[in-house]
C-alpha cells in the first residue's frame, strides 16, 4: 500500500483564507471597473464636447469671411436668418434647420455647413456691424459661440 506522507511545512489554504482572497480580488477588480467606465464616460462627454465646439467654429468661420466681403444685407437680418448678397452678387442665406444643422443657402441650393447646431441668432447693429450667435449642445452641456463682423464700406 502507498502511504503520503506530509511534511510538516507544507500546508494548504483553509476555505475561509481563500474565499476571503477570491472577496478581495472581486472588490479590487470591480472598483478598477468602475474607474475604467467613468473614465470612458468621461471621455467621450469631452469628444462630444469638441466635436460640437469644432462645428461652431467652423460655422462662425465660414459665415465672417463671407459676411466680411459681402456687398451688404437684404432686408437685414432677423432673429434666425441671416441673408445678404456676396461677392458674386447671389443673395445667401444662413440659418439653423429643425435637423440640428447650419445651413447656406444661395439661390435656392442649400449646403449644411455644421452639424449639432440648435440655435443661430444674427442681430445688426446700426454701425454697420453683424452679431452671430451660435449654440450646440454636447452630451447635456449647451456651448455657445459668438462673433460680431463689421460690413465692408461699399460706394456705388
Not at 477588480?29 to 467613468?38: G, K, S
Not at 467652423?58 to 459665415?63: P, Q
Not at 441671416?82 to 435637423?99: I, K, Q, R, S
Amino acid at each position: 500500500m502507498i502511504r503520503l506522507r506530509l511534511c510538516d511545512g507544507q500546508r494548504g489554504f483553509t476555505l475561509i483564507e481563500l474565499l476571503i482572497a477570491s472577496l478581495i480580488l472581486v472588490l479590487v477588480l470591480t472598483v478598477a471597473q468602475m474607474l475604467l467606465f467613468e473614465a470612458l464616460v468621461s471621455w467621450q462627454k469631452g469628444e462630444a464636447r469638441q466635436e460640437v465646439r469644432e462645428n461652431l467654429r467652423r460655422g462662425l468661420d465660414r459665415m465672417s469671411r463671407e459676411l466680411r466681403a459681402a456687398q451688404g444685407l437684404t432686408g437685414g437680418c432677423d432673429e434666425g436668418r441671416l441673408v445678404f448678397v456676396n461677392t458674386d452678387g447671389n443673395t445667401v442665406t444662413y440659418y439653423a434647420n429643425e435637423e440640428r444643422q447650419l445651413v447656406r443657402e444661395v439661390d435656392g441650393t442649400t449646403i449644411v455647413v455644421a452639424r449639432g447646431i440648435s440655435e443661430a441668432r444674427f442681430s445688426y447693429h446700426e454701425s454697420g456691424r453683424v452679431a452671430i450667435r451660435l449654440r450646440g449642445d454636447a452630451e447635456g452641456t449647451s456651448l455657445e459661440l459668438t462673433t460680431s463682423v463689421t460690413l465692408r464700406e461699399t460706394t456705388g
